[in-house]
């Protein structure tokens, strides 16, 4: 099984990741499990992606393991895409999800509004050039919130062409859709290629040389020779075998059955 190093401590997008990766041999670990200690990365891009890639390098910098790290967030149309790379920063500084919910709300006079999940992840191998994935959910916003499952903002989300929000959905469905399984999808397809050639590059090629070809045409000029070993009856190969020869008698084996003793 794979080992990727997780570069979160958000038990809900671990949980989700290890969920939809461990159907392709990967095991998902969060950071804190490896690195032992005070260790925080500072957000401090202006995009989703400009954020995977800052977490996943430096973990990877800080461990040497390959390390994923996705960030996520939520988009409000008419709030000009509010609070996107703040979405959990904004809902903290309220003082929680129903507060950011109302905020939400009132900033959109009450009406409702296109929205969309993005999700962004980043791949660090050291000494490699970090990949990235994106994926994103369309949908709108609802008030009042509904549905008790999931975290942040799924309590406010439609996705389009559903009736229920992220957070009235299981994990399963939830999953078949999110930004986060669509980011996951180029991720897991990325992963498979590599692990296709990696295999590739280790396979053992049949030679195709002259020399091969000379061997073969000597073997096919070798009279087959039958072994006399052909003429051995192994009875049990655990016990005894028995040569076959010329001489060979079969022992006399006697044996009275009920119907020889009436005869
Ligand atoms: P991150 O951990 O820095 O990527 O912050 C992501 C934040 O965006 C979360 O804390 C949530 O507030 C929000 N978010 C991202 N994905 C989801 C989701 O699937 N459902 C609900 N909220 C989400």
Redesign the pocket.
């Known amino acids: 099984m794979k080992k990727f190093i997780i570069a ?1 401590t ?1 038990e809900h ?1 671990i949980r989700e990741f290890q969920t939809m990766l461990k159907p392709f041999g990967i095991k998902v670990v969060p950071y804190k499990d490896v690195i032992k200690g005070q260790f925080e990365i500072e ?1 401090t891009g202006a995009t989703f992606a400009d ?1 995977a890639k800052i977490k996943a390098e430096a973990i990877c910098e800080k461990t040497g393991l390959p390390t994923f790290a ?5 988009c409000v149309k008419d709030l000009a895409g509010f609070p996107g790379v703040r ?2 920063r904004f ?1 903290e500084e309220v003082g929680g999800y129903d507060k950011a919910f109302e905020d939400i709300k009132n900033r959109l006079n009450g009406k409702c509004s296109e929205a969309k ?1 993005v ?1 962004n992840i980043a791949f660090a191998v050291k000494g490699e050039k970090t990949v990235q994935f994106e994926g994103k959910c369309y949908g709108f916003t609802v008030f009042p919130p509904r549905g008790e499952n ?5 309590s406010i989300f439609v996705p389009n062409s559903f009736g229920r929000t ?1 957070a009235e959905m299981d994990d399963a469905e939830k999953n078949s859709i ?3 399984s669509v980011a996951l999808a180029q991720f897991i397809k990325f992963i498979e290629k590599l692990t296709k050639e990696a295999e590739k590059k280790t396979a053992v090629k049949p030679l195709k040389t002259k020399a091969t070809k000379v061997d073969a045409k000597i073997e096919e000029s070798i009279p087959v020779v039958v072994e006399k070993e052909e003429e051995k009856i192994v009875v049990d190969e655990n016990t005894f075998s028995v040569e076959v020869d010329e001489k060979f008698v079969a022992p006399e084996v006697p044996f009275s059955s009920e119907s020889d003793e009436k005869k």
């Open positions: 979160s958000n997008k957000e954020n996705d960030d996520s967030g939520f979405s959990a809902a999940f999700c999931g975290f942040g903002y799924d992220f999110s930004h986060r």
